[in-house]
C-alpha cells in the first residue's frame, strides 16, 4: 500500500478508557496537530523535536492557567498510526483532568473525533487494508484469549496475504481469458485450457478450505451460546453459578424459580461459553412461568451448544424419555449434551439412558471433567489448532461465498465451451468481491458500518 498521505482537519479523543487510573492517553491527529497542540504547550517547542520523541511540559488554557503536567509524544507523518502528524498527549488519569485537558486541545479548533476515525484515516492513508482495520474493533471486543489470537492473526495480515493470492489466482485467469477475446476475429482459443480450468478449480478448493473455518471462527469470536435446559429443579442454576463462580442465578427449592432466561458469559482454557440458564420446561397455568418456557424454546432453537440436564434423585418417566428425545431430534447438528445432575443423590434406579456425565454441580464433583467436555463438544468437526487462521466475519464470508460462486459459474461456462465473453464476467465479479474484503473496493456505508462499532478515540 503506497497511498499518498491526506492529512485531514485535526481531531482529538480520548484513547484510553474513561475513570481514575495513573495515566490517560489524549489522541491528536491532522494537519498541523504538532503546532496546534504547541499552542497550549509550555515546556519545548513542538515543532521542531524529530518523531517518536517524547517531551514534559504543562498544558495551559486559554487564560494562561496550567491544566495538567503531562508527556507529549509525537509522530511526524507517515510514520504514524494514522498516517498523519499526531500527538499523543499522556497526562493524570482523573475523569475531571482528561476531560480538561481534552477540551482545552478542542478550543484550539480541533474536532472531537467520531467512532473509528483515527482507523478510518489509518485505512484511507494505506497503513491497513480493511479487513485489519476490522481486526482492531475485534481486538478491542475480544472477550477470550482465543478472540484475541483470532484478531491478532487478521491483524497481521494474515487473512489480507489469503485474499491477495486469491486475486492473483483470478488475475492469471482474466489474462489467458482476455487473450482470446483480444485475437477472436483470428478465431484464437485460449493458449491452455487445461491450464486454466486447474488454476480455477485449485482456486475453488482453497477458498472453500478457508470457508469452512467460519464456523469455528463466529464461535472464537462471539462465544459459545450455551443453553441449560431441563425440568424444573434440575439444577440448571447451580450449575450456572458454579462455572462462573459467582450467584448470578437465584436458586431455591421451590420449581419455576427462574422465570426468564439468565445470561452470564464465562471463559474455559481461552474459549468464550455464552451460557444461558432457562426456565424449567413444564406444562403452567402461571402466565409468567409459561412466558419462561416459551422463551427457553427459542433459546435452544438459536443455541451452538445445548446441555440437557436431568435430575438424578428423581425418578425418569416416560415424558421425560420422550422430551430428551425429542430436543436430541431437534438440535439436529447442535451439539447435544445429556448430563445427570446431583450425583451425590442419585437415586437407586436402572436409568436405561447413557448419559455424557453425571456431576454434582453443589458439591463440585466432576465439574473438572465438565468444563473440558464442553469445549471438547463446542468445537467438535470443527477446524481449528492454535495456528489456524480463522474467518470470523460475516462480511467475509459472504464476499468469499459470492467470490467461490462466480469462479464456479466461471468452470461451469469452462466446461460448456463458452466464449471467454461469459468467462470475463464471472471472473471479474469473484475479483470485485474479494476487494471488498481489503477495502480495495469500498462504497461509503460499508465502512460507516464498520468503523461505528469501534470505541472514540479508536
Given at each position: 500500500m503506497n497511498k499518498k498521505i491526506s492529512e485531514k482537519t485535526p481531531i482529538a479523543?480520548?484513547?484510553?478508557?474513561?475513570?481514575?487510573?495513573?495515566?490517560?492517553?489524549?489522541?491528536?491527529?491532522?494537519?498541523?496537530?504538532?503546532?496546534?497542540?504547541?499552542?497550549?504547550?509550555?515546556?519545548?517547542?513542538?515543532?521542531?523535536?524529530?518523531?517518536?520523541?517524547v517531551h514534559f511540559g504543562k498544558i495551559m488554557n486559554s487564560k494562561g492557567l496550567p491544566v495538567d503536567e503531562v508527556l507529549v509524544t509525537l509522530f511526524h507523518s507517515p510514520k504514524s498510526y494514522t498516517g498523519e502528524e499526531t500527538v499523543e498527549i499522556s497526562c493524570h488519569g482523573g475523569v475531571l483532568v482528561t476531560q480538561s485537558v481534552l477540551e482545552t486541545i478542542l478550543a484550539l479548533g480541533v474536532k472531537s473525533a467520531e467512532p473509528g476515525e483515527f482507523t478510518q484515516r489509518a485505512f484511507l492513508n494505506g497503513k491497513l487494508d480493511l479487513?485489519?482495520?476490522?481486526?482492531?474493533?475485534?481486538?478491542?471486543?475480544?472477550?477470550?484469549?482465543?478472540?484475541?489470537?483470532?484478531?491478532?492473526?487478521?491483524?497481521?495480515?494474515?487473512?489480507?496475504?489469503?485474499?491477495?493470492?486469491?486475486?492473483?489466482?483470478?488475475?492469471?485467469?482474466t489474462a489467458m481469458v482476455e487473450l482470446e477475446l483480444d485475437f477472436i476475429e483470428e478465431d484464437v482459443e485460449f493458449a491452455n485450457k487445461e491450464q486454466l480450468q486447474k488454476l480455477l478449480e485449485e482456486l475453488d478448493?482453497?477458498?472453500?478450505?478457508?470457508?469452512?473455518?467460519?464456523?469455528?471462527?463466529?464461535?472464537?469470536?462471539?462465544?459459545?451460546?450455551?443453553?441449560l435446559i431441563g425440568r424444573p429443579n434440575a439444577g440448571k442454576s447451580t450449575l450456572l453459578n458454579t462455572l462462573v463462580g459467582s450467584d448470578r442465578a437465584i436458586v431455591t427449592e421451590i420449581a419455576g424459580t427462574t422465570r426468564d432466561t439468565i445470561d452470564a458469559d464465562w471463559s474455559y482454557d481461552g474459549l468464550l461459553f455464552k451460557l444461558i440458564d432457562t426456565a424449567g420446561l413444564r406444562e403452567t397455568e402461571d402466565v409468567v412461568e409459561a412466558e419462561g418456557v416459551k422463551r427457553s424454546q427459542k433459546a435452544f432453537e438459536q443455541a451452538d451448544l445445548v446441555i440437557y440436564l436431568k435430575d438424578l434423585s428423581q425418578p425418569f418417566s416416560e415424558t421425560?424419555?420422550?422430551?430428551?428425545?425429542?430436543?436430541?431430534?431437534?438440535?439436529?447438528?447442535?451439539?447435544?449434551?445429556?448430563?445427570?445432575?446431583?450425583?451425590?443423590?442419585?437415586?437407586?434406579?436402572?436409568?436405561?439412558?447413557?448419559?455424557?456425565?453425571?456431576?454434582?454441580?453443589?458439591?463440585?464433583?466432576?465439574?473438572k471433567e465438565l468444563k473440558q467436555l464442553l469445549k471438547d463438544r463446542a468445537l467438535e468437526n470443527k477446524h481449528y489448532d492454535a495456528s489456524s487462521l480463522l474467518v470470523t466475519s460475516t462480511r467475509h464470508r459472504d464476499a468469499l461465498q459470492k467470490t467461490k460462486d462466480h469462479v464456479q459459474s466461471a468452470l461451469r461456462a469452462l466446461d460448456l465451451g463458452m466464449t471467454g465473453n461469459f468467462l470475463s464476467i464471472d471472473l471479474?465479479?469473484?475479483?470485485?468481491?474479494?476487494?471488498?474484503?481489503?477495502?480495495?473496493?469500498?462504497?461509503?456505508?460499508?465502512?460507516?458500518?464498520?468503523?461505528s462499532r469501534f470505541c472514540i478515540g479508536k
Amino acid at each position: 500500500m503506497n497511498k499518498k498521505i491526506s492529512e485531514k482537519t485535526p481531531i482529538a479523543a480520548i484513547a484510553t478508557p474513561v475513570g481514575e487510573g495513573g495515566i490517560a492517553v489524549i489522541r491528536v491527529s491532522g494537519k498541523d496537530a504538532i503546532a496546534l497542540v504547541n499552542k497550549a504547550f509550555k515546556g519545548k517547542d513542538l515543532t521542531k523535536p524529530d518523531s517518536h520523541t517524547v517531551h514534559f511540559g504543562k498544558i495551559m488554557n486559554s487564560k494562561g492557567l496550567p491544566v495538567d503536567e503531562v508527556l507529549v509524544t509525537l509522530f511526524h507523518s507517515p510514520k504514524s498510526y494514522t498516517g498523519e502528524e499526531t500527538v499523543e498527549i499522556s497526562c493524570h488519569g482523573g475523569v475531571l483532568v482528561t476531560q480538561s485537558v481534552l477540551e482545552t486541545i478542542l478550543a484550539l479548533g480541533v474536532k472531537s473525533a467520531e467512532p473509528g476515525e483515527f482507523t478510518q484515516r489509518a485505512f484511507l492513508n494505506g497503513k491497513l487494508d480493511l479487513d485489519q482495520a476490522e481486526a482492531v474493533a475485534d481486538l478491542i471486543h475480544a472477550k477470550s484469549s482465543k478472540a484475541v489470537d483470532a484478531a491478532h492473526q487478521q491483524l497481521e495480515g494474515r487473512l489480507g496475504e489469503h485474499i491477495k493470492s486469491f486475486r492473483q489466482q483470478i488475475i492469471d485467469a482474466t489474462a489467458m481469458v482476455e487473450l482470446e477475446l483480444d485475437f477472436i476475429e483470428e478465431d484464437v482459443e485460449f493458449a491452455n485450457k487445461e491450464q486454466l480450468q486447474k488454476l480455477l478449480e485449485e482456486l475453488d478448493a482453497e477458498i472453500t478450505e478457508l470457508l469452512e473455518t467460519y464456523e469455528t471462527g463466529r464461535l472464537v469470536k462471539d462465544g459459545v451460546k450455551t443453553v441449560l435446559i431441563g425440568r424444573p429443579n434440575a439444577g440448571k442454576s447451580t450449575l450456572l453459578n458454579t462455572l462462573v463462580g459467582s450467584d448470578r442465578a437465584i436458586v431455591t427449592e421451590i420449581a419455576g424459580t427462574t422465570r426468564d432466561t439468565i445470561d452470564a458469559d464465562w471463559s474455559y482454557d481461552g474459549l468464550l461459553f455464552k451460557l444461558i440458564d432457562t426456565a424449567g420446561l413444564r406444562e403452567t397455568e402461571d402466565v409468567v412461568e409459561a412466558e419462561g418456557v416459551k422463551r427457553s424454546q427459542k433459546a435452544f432453537e438459536q443455541a451452538d451448544l445445548v446441555i440437557y440436564l436431568k435430575d438424578l434423585s428423581q425418578p425418569f418417566s416416560e415424558t421425560e424419555r420422550k422430551e430428551i428425545a425429542d430436543f436430541q431430534s431437534r438440535a439436529k447438528d447442535t451439539p447435544f449434551i445429556l448430563i445427570g445432575t446431583k450425583a451425590d443423590i442419585e437415586a437407586e434406579q436402572e436409568w436405561r439412558t447413557e448419559f455424557d456425565l453425571k456431576i454434582s454441580a453443589l458439591e463440585g464433583e466432576r465439574i473438572k471433567e465438565l468444563k473440558q467436555l464442553l469445549k471438547d463438544r463446542a468445537l467438535e468437526n470443527k477446524h481449528y489448532d492454535a495456528s489456524s487462521l480463522l474467518v470470523t466475519s460475516t462480511r467475509h464470508r459472504d464476499a468469499l461465498q459470492k467470490t467461490k460462486d462466480h469462479v464456479q459459474s466461471a468452470l461451469r461456462a469452462l466446461d460448456l465451451g463458452m466464449t471467454g465473453n461469459f468467462l470475463s464476467i464471472d471472473l471479474r465479479a469473484a475479483l470485485k468481491e474479494l476487494g471488498t474484503i481489503t477495502g480495495e473496493i469500498t462504497n461509503e456505508d460499508v465502512l460507516d458500518s464498520i468503523f461505528s462499532r469501534f470505541c472514540i478515540g479508536k
